[in-house]
């Protein structure tokens, strides 16, 4: 099925920065959407820098609005920019992003403050830290080491800047998004997986931008944690299209967030 070009999207990738380590959402979304995934660039230092890069991506696409999709860290800047341009964001979704008042784990403290000391350890332990995650997702031990190598492939072709790992993970605790989230008209919609399976980032935090961005809709991605648009993409492109569709045609009628 062709991607439907009157429904553009921009993914807005995780604290890794690379769009790359997100195909498979990306080849999800492309059958309801347009996607246009970007790597985050490593010079940015603000979540104003990162929402500027949201709409130098929908710039060099020609496109002036679009649904606005953050992934973890993502979702901060995705939120930021629905905040700034509000008639540039058609929808606004975030999925398993760092709610208000998250704090980073004292060993995380301590990688992100000297990242090319500890930034290769974060890295080694996160498949452990994933693990329960994943398995709940891919029951399929074939599947697991389907994505085990494709991760690695991944990793291999696209580059991780460790420091600007760090940056990204404290600026998820230096920043009160909280604001924004009054600024918000654009229908959103807020993904969380299991509570009990997010071992990166609690989902009883994620899931406060319900409350917090006025109508906001809340759904709960099942069999999944913190990586659910990666492990069950075409579950996670479902939930963005059928909250998408009546979201953005209520709100062609004036009436935002009228989809809550």
Known sequence: ???RSENPLVLVPGIQGRWEFMQPTVDALSRDFRPLPFSLRDDARSLDD???QVS?????AGVERAVIVGVSFGGLVALRFAAQHPSRTTALVLASTPGPGFTLRPRHRIYARLPWIFGPLFLLESPWRLRREVAAAIPDGRGRRALRR???ATACRARLSLSAMARRALLMTSFDVTPDCSRVT???LVVTGERDLDFVVPAEGSIAYRH???GARASV???TGHIGTVTRPDAFASLVRDFVDPATRNSTLGTPNAAA
């Open 50 to 52: 990162y929402a500027r």
């Open 56 to 60: 130098d991506t929908l710039d060099a």
């Open 150 to 152: 494709s991760t690695i």
């Open 212 to 214: 917090l961005i006025a």
């Open 186 to 188: 654009a229908p959103t």
């Open 221 to 223: 991605l099942e069999r």
């Open 1 to 3: 099925m062709e991607p």
